[in-house]
């Protein structure tokens, strides 16, 4: 059973740029793990040891709407969150983040701060 859709024409690659649209196409490769949502919780497939995906929505209280833009952009870089919690590469591959272009991570900054916040855990 495939889990990705592959005919969905949301995976066509919209112009590259700083726009909403452009971060919704990079965000398409955290679905697996965050959900269709990107809010997050269990991820199916995994050993049930493995800790639940974080909620990449504004929600201030789950997910990083108290996040700043740098602050997300630092998390790439080193695998940190703001609040001093290291994430491990084995369960999220943060260092994918250092290869994304300045527009690349912005764009994905701006779609996902406009997403609806939800609470962590409705996928």
């Not at 080193?78 to 690349?104: C, H, L, R, S």
Request: glycine share 14%; net charge negative.
């Amino acid at each position: 059973m495939e889990m990705i859709d592959h005919s969905d024409a949301s995976f066509i690659q919209p112009d590259v740029g700083l726009t909403i649209e452009y971060g919704e196409y990079i965000a398409a490769t955290c679905v697996g793990c965050h959900g269709q949502g990107l809010s997050g919780g269990g991820i199916p497939g995994v050993p049930p040891d493995w800790p639940e995906a974080g909620n990449l929505t504004p929600d201030k209280d789950t997910g990083i709407g108290a996040w700043s833009e740098q602050e997300f952009r630092s998390f790439f870089e080193n695998g940190t969150k703001p609040d001093g919690a290291v994430v491990d590469t084995t369960y999220m591959p943060w260092p994918i983040g250092q290869q994304f272009t300045d527009e690349e991570m912005g764009a994905l900054w701006l779609f996902l701060r406009s997403l609806q916040p939800t609470p962590q855990g409705d996928h």
